[in-house]
């Protein structure tokens, strides 16, 4: 259920509504607007059922919710949400750039691609230092020494970091060097680790399961949220199909139904969700055409050596003509890059 207050709605009415949930063991999610405010409540779904609101004073109506999530919905929280990760913000008028390789390899390579992204506009450094890979046999990471490095560069170039967590016992040492901890598309219903993720104070990117629906993938945000972090974003890395040209099928209508039905910020993946080099700026476009916040892009200065994804990967130069071609799909959207 969410409770909308009446414009005119005092402090006093607001705290009284709020007061009546606390007192049948309810929670309350206060979303503040310019006009009005609403109260999202949160609990036993038998106590809601039996909840009389409407005669309160400054409350203007009830609306029951039929969906299983409440926190990330947009009619919990009807205003956007952006996600502040020191002075860059992802979900505001900028569309956000995260690039960097696959995998962490070395530390002239990560700073050689630290650089190359950094001129071209990035504000995140990406990079893999835990790998999950389909074989057992590929290369895993480098562990906390990448994690070192990924963090090292970062500082040197004022980048921020993001980077995937692959075990809910990793969380406390990935969030040492990590700005934002992504949860990988294998990852997204391993429940005991999103509740552990929301408890922890870092952003959180979210990417879509292999063949998850967006109902499926939004109950995962509400793992998260639920804990306490609500600095979580949602990534489209593709899902996967009957076709086999592409890697994955890059779901672009999932970037309007998130917005549509949250008000968290959502991420386009054109790497993984292609898994061809020629493909990933078109894609890109396309992205930030259908409302996408942010991209995360692998970038490798050699593509043709790199120990993970490098036929995905664009060369420095390919993503500096990305990020040129992308201005005018953003001032088109009303956005920046």
């Known amino acids: 259920m969410i409770i909308v207050m009446s414009p005119g709605a005092t402090r006093e009415n607001i705290d009284a509504v709020v007061k009546k949930l606390e007192k ?7 979303s503040t607007g310019e006009d009005r405010t609403i109260v999202g409540v949160i609990g036993d779904k038998k106590t809601i059922a039996n909840l009389e609101m409407n005669m309160m004073d400054g409350v203007e109506k009830t609306v029951r919710i039929t969906e299983k999530y409440k926190l990330v919905s947009r009619d919990f929280h009807p205003q956007d949400t952006i996600i502040k990760v020191g002075d860059v913000e992802i979900g505001g008028k900028e569309i956000v750039v995260m690039a960097g390789p696959c995998a962490v390899e070395s530390f002239e390579q990560v700073r050689e691609t630290a650089e190359a992204v950094k001129k071209s506009g990035a504000k995140i450094l990406r990079g893999g230092a835990f790998k999950p890979r389909t074989s057992p046999y590929d290369f895993q990471g480098l562990g906390e020494e990448g994690l070192k490095i990924l963090r090292t560069v970062a500082d040197e170039l004022n980048l921020k970091v993001v980077t995937e967590i692959v075990d809910k016992d ?5 969030s040492e060097y990590a700005d934002i901890l992504q949860v990988g598309a294998r990852n997204m219903q391993n429940f005991q680790m999103l509740k552990a993720l929301g408890k922890c104070g870092k952003p959180i990117m979210l990417k879509r399961g ?14 998260i949220m639920i804990g306490g972090n609500e600095n979580v974003m949602f990534c489209e890395r593709g899902i ?8 994955n099928t890059l779901d672009l ?12 910020p959502i991420v386009a993946d054109p790497s993984h ?11 890109s476009r396309a992205a930030i055409a259908a409302g996408a916040d942010a991209l995360i892009v692998e970038v490798h200065p050699h593509p043709e050596v790199a120990l993970s994804d490098g ?3 664009l060369t420095p130069a390919d ?18 890059i």
């Open 273 to 283: 969700g292609t898994g061809r080099r020629k493909m990933v700026a078109p894609m």
């Open 210 to 223: 292999l063949s998850a629906t967006i109902s499926e993938w939004l109950n995962a945000a509400e793992y």
């Open 240 to 247: 996967r199909t009957y076709e086999t040209f592409t890697r």
């Open 311 to 313: 036929d995905q990967s």
């Open 319 to 336: 993503f500096q003509k990305m990020m040129e071609d992308l201005h005018g799909i953003a001032k088109v959207m009303g956005k920046t």
């Open 170 to 174: 990793d969380i406390e040492i990935i």
């Open 24 to 30: 049948r063991n309810l929670r309350a999610h206060l």
């Open 253 to 264: 209508s999932a970037v309007a139904a998130i917005k549509e039905l949250s008000h968290l």
